[in-house]
């Protein structure tokens, strides 16, 4: 679907965007705009990274922007991401795409409503601007879910499946981090051309992306250390327990057992208060094993 | 609320000081110094990250101070820290903050006894100085607290929540490290214009609080890998225990089980002597098992 | 074997191929097309790294392609890739390798359809295009089985020869990833020569597989400390079920154990309801361990 | 303290050193060799690290050295280092610091040997020079104490405090590694105006020291690593002895408990050799749990 | 000694080869070739790490070479490496070592067959580069050494000093790595002076031998990480050993203790069939362990 978003009236570029273009219908918009081969051929792949090229006083740009209907399984580029690739010259300005792009919407909406005219490096400027921003929301909802497993494992809950959670929020934030980091080279390459507020936009929008996503790997990071400190730790404790009352219940368990014993010639299973002698011996043998822990700080 | 801190008598320059300005108050000041908008939006953002800019001979530069009234469980650059912006010409220095700053008192004081006059860069210069020096006493306390810990894990204190205490320590150190780094670039931008002292004294400001920062998360690193070993080294010594235990006791049960049981025809049983005989043997066992542990060193 | 691959009709230069040439071959050529003879004795050694070099307006490169039919055992570089040598001039292209490279045949094919001449350093640009290319199918390859094993580590199966078979899997990757950054270098020398889409179609090609095997590295690092976290896990796991038998037993055979003893005096052995007693007792020890370990959340 | 350590005879500039001056003194010599204010400032403050800086053709060097009186339990920059303040111009050299320092004495004494006049730069660098060797009697210990316990560990001594002195040499060594490393700094800024053999043994003074401490960390980290890890070994050692015992006897205590039951009708009690039967079946148990092990390689 | 390898004939300087010299003879080059004092004392100095220095026409270049008669416990610079001194200028070529070193010969008679002559620069870039290979031996020794432990440990060979021996492996290794990279400054200066193949030449050498070890502390840190792991796998199956033992005859052992009491009045005991019904509640006891371990998948 190909619709002109934008004519040469304020602004002095006209801004045609192409929604899942048939190649017949791709053909027919690089002819018109003269756009180069193999640019176009960069198009037609869906898997293609984050670029900046200029051909002939053509600048093609491909941005990938986060895709808000990803699978929650997700976790590779192509699944969490969309392509959107963009021509830009004095006199247009093509963006092409698979599905609809709603922050597109916005932005000719905004664009409209300037009294000032901007050209159209500016808008590409925006547009990228704008992507970096498609990269927030899931990077709050990682956030939010960051917190949410840390309250857990503080308060010691057992969640058996956390190591995977934290698995595969690490590599959705990995991909999403590798993404804008592929964006710094093309604000690099498009701010010889584009100075001013737009520009000091779009870069702040990069360190604050960039720094968003350097917390969060960073936080589950040191998520997954604390929980496999955590669960260590219960083991620790296990050992403990299993130690603490193996020490009490086996010297028991012999004396138990030697007065167990059928030998015909036992002179203490005579004497009249064996048993009771027993049980002082069993009683002193609990209190100095009691009084040794103790020491030792192991109770 | 707007005050004027300083005429243009001494120094060549106004300073406006704004505390937690309506939008109305904003605009108005934005409209009477000129200021430009995109500079007066990112005002009114309060997330916004440290940034310098230069528009029209105004320099617009956003710093981070750490906030001494910040919530004991705060843990993110919003929680942490409060936002300035500073307008800085030849002819005005604006500072915008949200709450009122005690720093920018003690600066105004000291610049009103100047003798010799300076410009605004040169105060600007002086403010990140002082704004970098707030991340000082989170530091010195953090340093304290490490030293608190530290002596308690070598004295092998149980101390189950220190792993939550480093965790959150590490992500408030985190937050003020990074908060620093990108001092860096306002002062290798506004290094241009000023040099001499007042430069000298911020880069001096800026190593020093790189440096207490970087050591403190090494600290906050190696206090959590000591903790943990400390705390793996104290499971091996229980199950230590545990194995010595059960190695003594084993085969004496068994030995006691043997003359439990209840055959009719058991020689040991009718001898006389067999008691005292099977405690000989007990006894033997016990001291062999103590020499093979004494000669593996696990007593 | 020589084959001319090229004649001087579209293009301005011929390709000479030369598969697994006598030391004879490789002299005569060397004379023919006057090849620097430092340059010939880097190709006569096989386990030679990549490289850029220029000698007298000739580009003497040295590429490593993936050697598809590697052994399966093969973790070096020279088990798991191919040396390729290339001579380029205005007038010449000349390939040398030890066997048979498909791809050269389908870049051939590819160049001789072609309309537009392109000149020798064009082609260069291309076959590197194409070398990168051949690390694509090992990466694919080891991402399955990434995907496969990950699968398999989360359905918790015992899998004791994992730890093996990923740490041949990094050692693969990490060959594979050395040969694409050792071809950064000479991208970036030949990009002096070469511009336009050809160069930027290389470049691409160069972050994409970069890219991959980034993420490669990280998922095998990731997926190594997954498994061993699970395994972990599975001992913690082991260890409670042991602490709490033991504990619900241990008190209880000591029970047992005291009225297995032979006193003469032992006045429960008497008591009516003694049996069923005891077995009272025993009854409310492992409910007050049972209540214990719930509080505890070990059940 | 002020001495003049050298008059404009040999050499072309006077070098005063000043030893723990009172603010008076201080003032005084700034007066006299018009020193900036801001400098003198910065010789005030003890705490103050190594820097670089150029006023009006008096360079100002603040150096660090390494305390050769510094307490056993010092493991902080203010604890382990003493600092000194150097002005140099054509005209003079004038050294600033707390406590006297040999290594001034040897250098002003080797200097008054000199045939040749040199230039207080060049001192400057000598001094520089000498400053970075006060590390090497610190590396010199710290890598025996290495040595040592290294010998001690692979000996399997038991050393529980090891970890503590472990985590104490890292961080004397990551002081003198941070103070090293802040002096290339002041190298590179010095080298533009000092060339020669003097830069140069400078320079190499500083690879060594940094390399030193490079192994030294190295040597700690690597060290510690082993440590844990032959202590983990000793639990791995200790649970297969546990086990070992626990499945040899579990099933012969097992048994010999079955013939103490008291049951009135169990026919093997009976049985007149039952007791050597029942010897001759746990001797088979014994044999068959051997062979396991055996066959596991556990023994 | 000192020997003449080569005389002005061929090539256009001399050759001095000093092997093992006094002082005094050191002293007579230096001053018959008018060599700098600073670099003589270089020269003295057996410790000295490689660099590169031009004074005054004259390249002085100190190179360490791996000591092939290192003894075997050696792992530090001055254990495994040996110094040689160069004093390079067009007239002539000034070796010094305090041993033999053959791959100096080997480069004499290499040279004294060229037919066109080269100047000693180019001779010191031959020398540097055969330097560099004398780390090609000890490497491929480490690598057959990593390759015979890693086949030992995934045939879980019990290997208790392994640990032991992979920490030299990595001191040695990495002793060796730090006198590659010290090379690379060197190189870095050599060639601003000479271009061509000898420089290439020594460039991939450069190349070659920092990925081999490279290659060798990677595989050194996956083996110890391997091995380790292991290690913790088998005390993984040594508790799980201990564990399904234990929860087999734990409840077992308990049944014939309940039977072994004392009691008066215990009506099981008179049962006829008691005996034999205990014999099937324990055998029912042990299927359910029995199944409920199949269904956990420990068995
Ligand atoms: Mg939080
Ligand atoms: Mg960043
Ligand atoms: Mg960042
Ligand atoms: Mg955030
Ligand atoms: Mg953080
Ligand atoms: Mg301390
Ligand atoms: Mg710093
Ligand atoms: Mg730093
Ligand atoms: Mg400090
Ligand atoms: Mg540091
Ligand atoms: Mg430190
Ligand atoms: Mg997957
Ligand atoms: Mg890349
Ligand atoms: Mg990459
Ligand atoms: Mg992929
Ligand atoms: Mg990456
Ligand atoms: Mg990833
Ligand atoms: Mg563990
Ligand atoms: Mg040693
Ligand atoms: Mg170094
Ligand atoms: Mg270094
Ligand atoms: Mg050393
Ligand atoms: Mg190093
Ligand atoms: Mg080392
Ligand atoms: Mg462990
Ligand atoms: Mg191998
Ligand atoms: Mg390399
Ligand atoms: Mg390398
Ligand atoms: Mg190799
Ligand atoms: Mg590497
Ligand atoms: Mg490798």
Redesign the interface.
């Known amino acids: 679907m190909i619709a002109k978003l934008q004519d040469k009236q304020i602004h002095s570029f006209e801004w045609i965007d192409v929604v899942n273009p048939t190649t017949q219908e791709l053909l027919e918009i690089a002819e018109k705009y003269s756009l180069?081969?193999?640019?176009v051929e960069?198009c037609l792949e869906p898997e293609?990274?984050p670029?900046y090229?200029e051909?002939d006083n053509v600048v093609f740009v491909i941005l990938r922007v986060y895709d808000e209907n990803a699978k929650p399984n997700a976790d590779?580029i192509q699944g969490l991401t969309r392509k959107i690739a963009i021509f830009c010259s004095n006199d247009f300005f093509v963006t092409i795409h698979r599905t609809h792009q709603p922050f597109l919407d916005e932005i000719h909406k905004k664009v409209s409503f300037y009294k000032k005219p901007i050209n159209s490096l500016q808008l590409l400027t925006k547009v990228i601007d704008y992507s970096l921003h498609t990269y927030q929301p899931p990077a709050d909802k990682i956030e939010d879910l960051v917190d949410f497993y840390e309250e857990k494992i503080?308060l010691?809950t057992?969640l058996?499946d956390l190591?995977?959670t934290l698995?595969m929020l690490?590599?959705k934030a990995?991909v999403s981090k590798?993404m804008i980091t592929?964006t710094r080279e093309i604000i690099y390459k498009l701010s010889e051309h584009v100075k001013?507020?737009y520009m000091?936009?779009l870069k702040?929008s990069y360190?604050?992306m960039d720094?968003v996503y350097?917390?969060i790997m960073?936080?589950i990071n040191?998520l997954t250390a604390?929980y496999?400190?955590?669960?260590?730790?219960?083991?620790?404790e296990?050992?403990?327990?299993?130690?603490i009352?193996?020490?009490f219940?086996?010297?028991?368990?012999?004396i138990?057992?030697?007065?167990?014993?059928?030998?015909?010639?036992?002179p203490?299973?005579?004497v009249?208060?064996?048993?009771y002698l027993?049980w002082l011996v069993m009683v002193i043998v609990t209190i100095v094993v009691f009084l040794w822990f103790k020491r030792r700080?192991?109770l």
Chains 1, 2, 3, 4, 5 share one sequence.
């Open positions: 180069h081969t193999k640019s960069d293609h990274l670029k090229e051909i590779n503080f010691k057992r058996p190591l995977k698995y690490k590599r990995s590798k592929l001013g507020p000091q936009d702040d360190v604050q720094i350097d917390e960073d936080s040191n604390i496999l400190s955590v669960a260590s730790q219960k083991t620790n296990v050992m403990r327990v299993l130690t009352f193996s020490v219940f086996m010297p028991l368990t012999f138990v057992g030697v007065y167990g014993m059928n030998f015909k010639y036992m203490e299973l005579e009249k208060n064996g048993y027993t700080k192991w």
